[in-house]
């Protein structure tokens, strides 16, 4: 099964500031990525996929970059919105496999 | 605009078998372009793949997952279900059904809003 590494697993963070969460593979999975949100006591909300592909609605604060092995989650102007849970997804093979999550909290 | 909604048992012991269904509207299980797919999450955890179902029938289990666990369709009725044989205090979590994509990436959009199961005795 491939592995998902996301780091750091914990951020805190001011409003504003500029914000980069990573995501290995532990295999290539070429750019067959999605980065999702998760608030409190809600389901996950799909940003990114493609590794770079920004869902409608999804501010352009919010990009993706990466192919391979190494993918990047970038928020660039941190709003009060943006504090939440990310976690990172490989969609190339099944098992479908999730990064361990990102908890981005307020600095 | 198509919309899931899970629904089964809040509460079981443990032994027990959990059934959950995901109720599809705005849109069709027997379509070719989707999987459907179950997802859990245990409180204050991280979120795993349970396994997905195809409009075929084919389906694709986590392998930790596998030897308790059956999803279904009933395409008639238009939702999707989740069976898992003796569960475990390990087994309470929040599960979501989703959609996702057969050709083109497998990310699940949309979700549904997740309903609890609590295991305990």
């Known amino acids: 099964d491939i592995v998902m590494t996301q780091s750091p697993s914990f951020v805190s963070a001011s409003v504003g500031d500029r914000v980069t969460i990573t995501c290995r593979a532990s295999q290539d999975i070429s750019t067959w990525l999605a980065w999702y949100q998760q608030k409190p006591g809600k389901a996950p909300r799909l940003l990114i996929s493609?590794?770079?592909t920004l869902q409608s609605g999804v501010p352009s604060r919010f990009s993706g970059s990466g192919s391979g092995t190494d993918f990047t989650l970038t928020i660039s102007s941190l709003q009060s919105e943006d504090f939440a849970t990310y976690y990172c997804?490989?969609?190339?093979?099944?098992?479908?496999?999730f990064g361990g999550g990102t908890e981005v909290d307020i600095q | 605009q198509l919309q899931l909604q899970e629904s089964g048992p809040g509460l079981l012991k443990p032994s027990e078998t959990l059934s959950l269904t995901c109720q599809v509207s705005?849109?069709?299980?027997?379509?070719?372009?989707?999987?459907w797919g179950w997802i859990r999450q245990p409180p204050g955890k991280g979120l795993e793949w349970i396994g997905s179902i195809y409009y075929s029938g084919a389906t694709y289990y986590n392998p930790s997952l596998k030897s308790r666990v059956i999803i279904s369709a009933d395409t008639s009725k238009n939702y999707f279900s989740l069976k898992m044989t003796s569960v475990t205090a390990a087994d309470t979590a929040i599960y979501f059904c989703?959609?996702?994509?057969?050709?083109?990436?497998?990310?699940?959009?949309?979700w549904g809003h997740g309903t609890l199961v609590s295991v305990s005795s």
């Open positions: 493609e590794a770079s």
């Open positions: 997804q490989q969609a190339h093979t099944f098992p479908l496999i």
């Open positions: 705005g849109g069709s299980v027997n379509n070719n372009n989707y999987y």
């Open positions: 989703a959609k996702h994509t057969a050709a083109g990436g497998d990310w699940f959009d949309p």
